[in-house]
């Protein structure tokens, strides 16, 4: 497997939006790919329809995922409360939190598997839509190689 920056994300198309591509661009900044991996990163969506949808994404191995992410957790997002989620078809761990500020419903998820990290902020949704687009959006990001 490896990971994509897909030509659409869930059905959005890349954000255009100043603001949208620079929250990708600070969120990929905070996350480093192990030498020789395959990092990426991406917005999708536009305020106008708020679909925005900000990916993150990596390959590398972590060998305990459920562990891995309880340390990022921690580390990268320490207010944040992450709770479990269903991983998808993919495997590994996966664990999302309410990111909501000002009013405007927020979700962040992060994944991990042997092969691969990924974050996906997802603006606009609340936690329980997070839940729900974290697999489908894992599954158009983390692809067979």
């Given at each position: 497997?490896?990971?994509?920056?897909?030509?659409?994300?869930?059905?959005?198309?890349?954000?255009?939006?100043?603001?949208?591509?620079?929250?990708?661009?600070?969120?990929?900044?905070?996350?480093?790919?192990?030498?020789?991996?395959?990092?990426?990163s991406g917005a999708y969506g536009t305020t106008?329809?708020?679909?925005?949808?900000?990916?993150?994404?990596?390959?590398?191995?972590?060998?305990?995922?459920?562990?891995?992410?309880?340390?990022?957790?921690?580390?990268?997002?320490?207010?944040?409360?992450?709770?479990?989620?269903?991983?998808?078809?993919?495997?590994?761990?996966?664990?999302?939190?309410?990111?909501?500020?000002?009013?405007?419903?927020?979700?962040?998820?992060?994944?991990?598997?042997?092969?691969?990290?990924?974050?996906?902020?997802?603006?606009?949704?609340?936690?329980?839509?997070?839940?729900?687009?974290l697999a489908q959006a894992r599954a158009e990001?983390?692809?067979?190689?």
């Amino acid at each position: 497997m490896t990971v994509v920056a897909p030509k659409t994300l869930l059905g959005r198309a890349p954000a255009t939006e100043a603001s949208v591509k620079k929250l990708a661009t600070q969120a990929a900044s905070r996350f480093q790919a192990p030498a020789g991996q395959v990092a990426v990163s991406g917005a999708y969506g536009t305020t106008k329809q708020q679909n925005v949808v900000v990916l993150v994404a990596m390959t590398g191995s972590h060998t305990g995922p459920d562990e891995f992410l309880d340390a990022l957790a921690k580390q990268a997002f320490p207010q944040s409360v992450f709770h479990p989620v269903p991983p998808g078809p993919l495997g590994g761990a996966a664990r999302c939190a309410d990111a909501s500020s000002s009013g405007t419903p927020s979700t962040f998820c992060v994944w991990a598997d042997n092969g691969s990290f990924g974050m996906l902020y997802f603006l606009y949704k609340a936690a329980a839509d997070g839940d729900t687009l974290l697999a489908q959006a894992r599954a158009e990001v983390e692809v067979p190689k």
